[in-house]
């Protein structure tokens, strides 16, 4: 939804943060924003308000932004400047963020495009009308890693085995010793059961987890599990993210740790947020 109109020097442009309803003016009041140019300022719409900021054009070109998105730090000192804008409004008043570097060329424009929209913006805002996000991430509880050490265990009996040579040990004829090939063989399965079962369990747990946080939530959504760093062995099992009234916040503590003693699988908890996720989908 970016527009631009940088040909004509020194020109200015209307960077969009959220639409927003009934919101206090003093909750961006002395917010830098995303230039230190011009203040963070409400933008009154027919049905909202608009939470704007007056940029340079030339700023948000098509080129400049794409060089922007390779610098890494200063991406980050973008969207992190968004966000503050977007956190600081929404702790007032129910808030419908907009995509980073929403721009158009003027605040007139910004009213066509918006009104566009109303709509969909009426129904997020009475969706997310006293709700936050919390996010819920979920971790194999030990029993499931286990899996991978017995694994691991099988893998090393094996080398040791192969090392002194006690799985083949020569007979008269050259042959294996008895029962050699048959107890690696059961080892083999055995370990792969244990995965199994692991696998199994660690799947129940998160739907389980998915279920009892969904019941409390007014929305959920599955989200792909993060990646974890090289020195992290934990095992993701749920990545997923709830829309939750404001009123059952200290309810969800209490069942996220219901929960973590119930299965002893690792459960995070991490908001209250803005609804990002929940804005959208209405």
Known sequence: MRQHDAEVPDATATYVFAVCRDPDPSSCAGLPGVTHEAPVRLLALDSFTAIVQTVRACDFTDEAWQSRLSDQRELERYARAHHDVVSAVAAACPTVPLPM??????????????????????????????????GVKVYAPPAATAATAATAATAATDD???????PV???????????????????????????ERSQEDALRTAETVDEQVGR?????????????PSTDRRVQIL???YLVAERRSEELALLTRTLRERTGAEIELSGPWVPYSFVGEV
Do not use: C, M
């Open 101 to 134: 570097a929403t721009v158009y060329h003027a605040d007139e424009r910004v009213r066509e495009a918006l009104a566009k929209e109303t709509d969909r913006f009426r129904a997020a805002l009475k969706r997310i009308a006293h709700h936050a996000e919390w």
């Open 169 to 195: 040990v020569p007979t008269d004829r050259g042959r294996p010793a008895a029962g050699a090939g048959l107890a690696y063989l059961e080892r083999k399965r055995g370990a792969q059961r244990l995965r």
């Open 216 to 228: 409390l939530a007014t929305a959920s959504r599955r989200l792909r599990p993060h990646p974890q």
């Open 239 to 241: 990545n997923a993210t």
């Open 160 to 166: 040791a085995d192969r090392r002194t040579g006690r």
